[in-house]
């Protein structure tokens, strides 16, 4: 089932089209790296062996779960813009890069996940290969997911469905975002 990062590119590319969504799926997928790295590397083992610091991106990434949802919420209460997409003012790229990848930064399933690929992967005898090839394979996953997800919600068909149930779509986001951040605040880690 989709988890908060797809969920996000879907309403992105929905509500705001393909290159936002690629964008914001960018920066998940710089995240997802970024802790293949670390685990590649020991260092999210580390994180693992402190559940301080585990807990705290659990917080972080629990509040900025319950952000999205009131963002979504306020939108799906604003009234429907008259407007196209193009009208609407420029779109911020950086700002979606940065919001796809603090969303996958702060979710510790994110880490965990990556601690359990490595672990299943990398033995101790394992060369120095073993770990490129295993962030590349998942790479190369998460580019199709993320990417088929801004792709398909992009499509015509699918921007119109948007534009008929926005309030709805918004809405039911809000919801996602704010049992996925609640459920995450009240989970042990």
């Known amino acids: 089932s989709p988890g908060p990062s797809n969920m996000a590119i879907m309403g992105v590319a929905m509500g705001q089209g393909r290159l936002p ?3 914001l799926a960018a920066g998940i997928m710089t995240g997802s790296m970024i802790w293949a ?4 590397t020991g260092v999210s083992t580390l994180l693992a062996a402190y ?3 585990l807990t705290a991106i659990k917080i972080g990434g629990a509040l900025y779960l319950l952000y ?4 979504s919420a306020r939108s799906a ?3 429907d813009p008259d407007e196209t997409r193009q009208e609407r003012g ?3 790229y950086r700002r979606l890069y940065w919001r796809g990848l603090m969303l996958h930064l702060t979710n510790p399933k994110s880490i965990l996940a990556w601690i359990a690929i490595m672990s299943l992967g990398l033995k101790s005898d394992a060369p120095g290969a073993t770990a490129m090839a295993i962030i590349a394979g998942c790479a190369m996953i998460g580019l199709a997911t993320f990417g088929g997800y801004a792709l398909v919600f992009s499509a015509l068909p699918m921007v119109r469905l948007y534009q008929k149930a926005r309030r709805w779509i918004e809405a039911t986001l809000a919801l996602f ?3 996925a951040g609640l459920r995450l605040l009240l989970s042990r880690v």
């Open 51 to 53: 559940a301080n610091a």
């Open 90 to 92: 420029p779109i911020d």
């Open 77 to 79: 209460f604003k009234p």
């Open 21 to 23: 969504a690629l964008v």
């Open 177 to 179: 975002f704010g049992f």
């Open 68 to 71: 999205l949802a009131v963002k």
């Open 37 to 40: 790295v670390l685990a590649a």
